[in-house]
């Protein structure tokens, strides 16, 4: 029988994002899949700290995975924990991390609990002589995230973190072409993420408040930011093959004023070296754009979550040609300013391509399980995946400091890894 890990490869391989050297130059990470058919008999030992919502997610993928065995749970609600081993029955259960840290059994955790905890459990694991998976974002500060790269690199041992579109097959065709060049020049990147809903868990008890909802507590979570931006900015790092240097924003409670202490309703402007921006936006009252990033070139446009891209000119059909100036005449010959040269400056209606054929099979978590499984399994760090977590999360963080502080900031030396001029040169 095949295992998971080849099936994963024919996988990317069908969605059309195997096998071309110009793939592994955008995605390097993707080799990590190349020495899977030597590693079939191998089987990861993992314990998964915080099996909540996400955390019980992702365990789905490694249940599903014939390399992985998870033997271990922990979390300090049994509500959770009870629901986990609903996915991993075998499993050995915890209340306190550090017992399981000294399971020597165990080879590799996955971190998925609160923001503010994953540092000290990163690092605690680390020490344990554990590989680790951790969500996004990484760490608290910026010191935190800087902290828990240094230990990976200091103590060997694999590192990823929940940057799941680093392996979505969308992401990276499209990342493919943007860097042949396929959209002209990069300009701008747009992202936007926008929802309508409190973001609350239901609580059982007054006194968890905090513990369930800890996302709308600036003691726990940066809110907006650390749960979404750092995605979208790990793409915008990933198509400019940089990462921006100065950040300005502004957050606001508009809508939801329920207690919270995080903002539901940011804006940040994040400024590349040569002037090419990239706008988060993200709103909790109002879903109608939903979430995108628009990612601007001289000659298209590509918005890899939708799998589209649009290029500047195209020619309309003839027939096509006529009916839109029809409308166009019908619709504005009245107006007395418009003048026979004058079109309206609303949206391209451009229908665009998809960026492969069919429509997405995986956002990535799937195939980032396996990546992480093998890479425990082959001890080989896949390149940049890391460094891209690391830059997502470092980037989210100074932009909650923008915001904060109402200043425009710069990214701090201090925390700029050597990887970003190994990326130049690895991701060219
Ligand atoms: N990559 C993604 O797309 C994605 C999506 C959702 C969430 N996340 C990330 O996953 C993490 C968890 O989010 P969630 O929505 O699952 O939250 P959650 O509240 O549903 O789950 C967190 C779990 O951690 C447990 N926990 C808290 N402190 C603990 C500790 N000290 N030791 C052990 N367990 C502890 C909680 O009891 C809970 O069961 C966050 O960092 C979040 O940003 C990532």
Known sequence: MENVSLDRREFLKKAGVAGAAAIFLASPWLSVFSDSKYTDKSVVKLGIIGPGSRGRYLMQFLANNKKADIVALCDIYQPSLDEALKIAPNAKTYKDYRYLLEDKNIDAVVIATPLNTHCQIALDAFDAGKHVFCEKSIGFTM????????????????????????????????????????????????????????WRRDVPAPELERQINWRLYREYSKGLMTELACHQLQIGSWALKSIPNKVMG????????????????????????????????SVISNKFYGLEEQILGTLGTVEPEKGKYYFENVAPAPGFLRLINDVENKLFETLPFAGTSWAPETANKNEGDYILGDKPKSDG??????????????????VNVAEEGYYASALTLLGDMAIEKGEILTFPDQFKLDYLNHRKTVIS
């Open 250 to 281: 502004h957050g606001a409670i508009t809508h939801w004023k329920d207690g919270r202490e995080v903002y539901d309703n940011v804006n940040c402007i994040y400024v590349f070296d040569n002037g090419q921006k990239l706008t988060f936006e």
């Open 143 to 198: 010191e935190e995230c800087f902290a828990m790269y240094n230990k990976h690199k200091s103590s060997g041992k694999i590192f990823f973190s929940g940057q799941q579109r680093l392996f979505d097959p969308r992401y990276i065709k499209a990342m493919e072409m943007i860097h042949q060049g396929t959209f002209g020049d990069i300009q701008a990147i747009r992202t936007f993420w926008f929802r309508n809903g409190d």
């Open 365 to 382: 978590s799937d195939l980032m399980m396996d990546a992480y499984v093998e890479a425990v399994i082959t001890r080989k760090q896949p």
